[in-house]
């Protein structure tokens, strides 16, 4: 992903990245980034058409970062299920803006790196004997955990440990 751009393009996506996780989704624009940056707008359109490109790299730190977490905690526990549930849903609560840009909407597959996403999916496969409904089901379970969880949708008192438990285990785990 580093290769594909630019060292001035690097510098846009680390800063975007900064008011990312800082202020969420919604104040990512142009314009604060520019701000940010400390250059008019415009000057941005050199490096990236628009904000959605922006996004895009973005995404691709997303993918690149959680298969990164996932490659870990498969070489920690070898088709553990829930090692890698361990891993997604930590690696997601501790970027929350980051995860909810890159799943809160369609993925940009044919503007990502080749192979990022198959790479992402890999060690849940791999978990899976290559059972791909499985894995599909599974990373629905986590992605609803977390996406509920980020969004503070559970009660105060919930137990989420005994659900992950719960639900890893309705996956066979």
Same mark, same amino acid.
């Given at each position: 992903?580093?290769?594909?751009?630019? !060292?001035?393009?690097?510098?846009?996506?680390? &800063?975007?990245?900064?008011?990312?996780?800082? /202020?969420?989704?919604?104040?990512?624009?142009?314009?604060? %980034?520019?701000?940010?940056?400390?250059?008019?707008?415009? /000057? %941005?359109?050199? +490096?990236? !058409?628009?904000? +959605?490109?922006?996004?895009?790299?973005?995404?691709?730190?997303?993918?690149?970062?959680?298969?990164? @977490?996932?490659?870990?905690?498969?070489? /920690?526990?070898?088709? /553990?299920?829930?090692?890698?549930?361990?891993?997604?849903?930590?690696?997601?609560?501790?970027?929350? +803006? =980051?995860?909810?840009?890159?799943?809160?909407?369609?993925?940009?597959?044919?503007?990502?790196?080749?192979?990022?996403?198959?790479?992402?999916?890999? !060690?849940?496969?791999? @978990?899976? &004997?290559?059972?791909?409904? %499985? &894995?599909?089901?599974?990373?629905?379970?986590?992605?609803?955990?977390?996406? %509920?969880?980020? +969004?503070?949708?559970? !009660?105060?008192?919930?137990? =989420?440990?005994?659900?992950?438990?719960?639900?890893?285990?309705?996956?066979?785990?």
């Amino acid at each position: 992903m580093a290769d594909r751009l630019t !060292p001035r393009a690097r510098e846009i996506v680390t &800063a975007a990245r900064e008011l990312l996780e800082e /202020s969420g989704p919604a104040q990512l624009t142009m314009r604060t %980034l520019a701000d940010r940056l400390g250059i008019k707008a415009p /000057s %941005l359109y050199k +490096h990236f !058409p628009d904000k +959605h490109a922006v996004e895009v790299e973005l995404v691709a730190q997303l993918l690149t970062e959680t298969a990164e @977490a996932l490659e870990a905690a498969e070489a /920690s526990a070898p088709g /553990s299920l829930e090692a890698l549930a361990g891993a997604y849903r930590g690696y997601a609560l501790a970027h929350p +803006h =980051l995860y909810r840009l890159g799943t809160e909407r369609p993925l940009p597959r044919a503007e990502l790196p080749a192979g990022l996403e198959d790479r992402t999916a890999l !060690p849940l496969l791999r @978990a899976c &004997a290559g059972d791909l409904d %499985l &894995a599909r089901a599974f990373w629905a379970f986590a992605h609803g955990m977390v996406t %509920l969880e980020i +969004h503070g949708r559970f !009660p105060a008192d919930a137990d =989420l440990e005994a659900a992950w438990k719960r639900g890893l285990g309705a996956l066979g785990t």
